[in-house]
């Protein structure tokens, strides 16, 4: 029952923007961390970003904070990651994933933190 799936990847330009979409069934996005995690071939899975359990702080790794923007969709159970002036070291198979609780600004981009994991949406920029 308990599932997050991914969508909005595509192929984008240099400077483009995508919103990524991380829709949940079977538990509340109000009552769990949601985290955006990012694996390009050859490359560790990295964190991007996370909006945590009620209070909805936010967090970016350095190399997105200005251009990505993280929220929440009560109403829709969902959770996005707006993503704007794209790099082409954006490309990368996008996952989200579900803490069951609050993060720390220690732990939110431990990948071994969250519970659940989406399959993944892929994004490539290029010209």
């Known amino acids: 029952q308990v599932q997050l799936v991914e969508s909005g990847g595509g192929l984008v330009q240099p400077g483009g923007s995508l919103r990524l979409s991380c829709a949940a069934s079977g538990f509340s996005v109000d009552y769990v961390a949601i985290g955006w995690f990012r694996q390009a071939p050859g490359k560790e899975r990295e964190a991007v970003s996370c909006?945590?359990?009620?209070?909805?702080?936010?967090w970016y790794w350095y190399s997105v904070k200005g251009r990505f923007t993280i929220t929440r969709d009560s109403a829709k159970n969902t959770v996005y990651l707006e993503m704007n002036n794209l790099k082409p070291e954006d490309t990368a198979v996008y996952y989200c994933?579900?803490?069951?609780?609050?993060?720390?600004?220690?732990?939110?981009?431990?990948?071994?933190?969250?519970?659940?994991w989406g399959q993944g949406t892929q994004v490539t920029v290029s010209s």
């Open positions: 909006i945590n359990r009620e209070d909805s702080t936010t």
């Open positions: 994933a579900a803490h069951d609780g609050r993060l720390y600004d220690y732990s939110w981009h431990q990948d071994e933190r969250y519970d659940w």
